[in-house]
């Protein structure tokens, strides 16, 4: 079902009006500082639009998880020095969202705030009616483009958008869910998608809900090694799960030839002796090493793979790619998207730790999420309360 979108509010619905928006600004932190401001940025056209045309903006936002109340390593107050930046504007800080209603109706025309941690007040992620309300007392409408958060069923994700109307998608948001919708819709064929991570329960349903979509899944990371072990090979110390080997075996009888494992990997006899590390084949891992990345024999073959297709999904690094040299699959793959794409693929990436193995090329890719969980649940086919909660287009 299509959303209302804020491109199809007219413009009095939003000149001096409060827009009440809820954004994904759970970014990476450290000693105080925004390190990945891709979740800030992203939220810009929607901001500058609504400023454009009038509108008081105030942004909802959760940060971690904090444990039901403040605690000032998760206050919002971090992103507000990068925030302003990118915005070119000050910004109102609202510290306790029942006191800032004042605030809200103080603010200019295109002016800006910030509220306080949404998950600082009891109640946010029991989708409380009462703080639900708290919140929509903020805004005159509201729109959510917080993506990464739409499969929450929070007071500020859900709760709120049943209580301001108009509640409509805003443009990151849109685009989300165009570019991953579309994969599953009517993908151009080859279709090719390519999972990573440590592990395969998180994984599972996507797996299952792709392989009927794709003409191949390419399976890489410590994920791989658990199809390995459930085939009887020998991992050593790998990371798998045991209690998974029956269903993957199961998805190896059930997928035919579409799912493709790493003919090799490289391997070492821990992280710390990274320097002791060799490829081998994926017969041929010796008891006490473990596996930290496909070798360069599964880069070429997948390489080779991606640029036959025409959609490519990715998901999740091939190896440790924090540790060189065990990020070389990780980047051979990031570097086979670019180059599908330079010859006409959709690429698309899903969010997560694959994000930041293609920092710096998100222009040369058709799209990079910024939601992980929500991407994925998307692809699963679940329904995204988030989304489901705003007005039909
Ligand atoms: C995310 O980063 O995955 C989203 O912001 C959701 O955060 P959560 O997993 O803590 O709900
Ligand atoms: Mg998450």
Same mark, same amino acid.
């Given at each position: ?8 509010? &007219? ?78 504007? &000050? ?120 392989? &009927? ?171 995204? &309360? ?8």
């Amino acid at each position: 079902m299509t959303k209302r979108s804020l491109r199809d509010l &007219p413009p009095q619905a939003l000149d001096g009006k409060r827009a009440l928006v809820r954004v994904d600004f759970n970014v990476p932190l450290k000693d105080g500082r925004v390190t990945d401001d891709t979740r800030l940025r992203a939220s810009l056209p929607t901001i500058t639009y609504l400023r454009e045309k009038g509108a008081r903006v105030v942004l909802l936002s959760h940060l971690g998880r904090p444990k039901g109340g403040p605690e000032p390593k998760y206050s919002l107050r971090q992103v507000v020095h990068d925030l302003e930046r990118l915005l070119g504007a &000050p910004l109102e800080f609202i510290a306790d969202p029942e006191s800032g209603v004042s605030t809200t109706r103080r603010l200019p025309r295109g002016g800006v705030a910030l509220v306080e941690n949404t998950r600082f007040w009891p109640g946010e992620e029991q989708n409380d009616a009462g703080l639900a309300r708290t919140f929509a007392a903020l805004g005159d409408l509201y729109v959510n483009d917080a993506f990464g958060s739409a499969h929450r069923a929070h007071a500020s994700t859900e709760g709120v958008a049943h209580l301001v109307k108009p509640a409509v998608a805003g443009f990151l948001m849109e685009r989300e869910l165009q570019y991953l919708g579309e994969l599953l819709d009517k993908p151009k064929r080859p279709f090719i998608a390519v999972l990573g991570g440590a592990k395969i329960s998180g994984k599972i349903d996507v797996i299952r809900a792709l392989l &009927p979509k794709v003409d191949a899944l390419l399976i890489g990371g410590a994920m791989a090694c658990t199809f390995f072990g459930a085939m009887g090979l020998e991992v050593g110390n790998s990371l798998v799960e045991p209690d998974r080997f029956t269903l993957a075996q199961e998805l190896l009888k059930t997928s035919g030839k579409k799912l493709i494992l790493p003919r090799g990997a490289v391997i070492a006899p821990s992280l710390e002796r990274a320097g002791e590390h060799r490829s081998v084949t994926a017969d041929a891992i010796p008891k006490g090493w473990a596996v930290y990345d496909i070798d360069a024999a599964t880069q070429h073959d997948f390489r080779a793979r991606l640029l036959d297709a025409k959609t490519i999904f990715w998901n999740g690094p091939m190896g440790v790619f924090e540790t060189p040299p065990f990020d070389a699959g990780t980047r051979a793959v990031a570097a086979a998207l670019v180059e599908a794409g330079a010859k006409g693929a959709v690429t698309v990436v899903g969010g997560g730790d694959s994000v930041a193995a293609v920092a710096g090329m998100e222009d040369k890719l058709t799209h990079v999420s910024t939601g992980g969980g929500a991407s994925l649940e998307l692809l699963e086919g679940k329904t995204l &309360p988030g989304v489901a909660a705003l007005e039909n287009a």
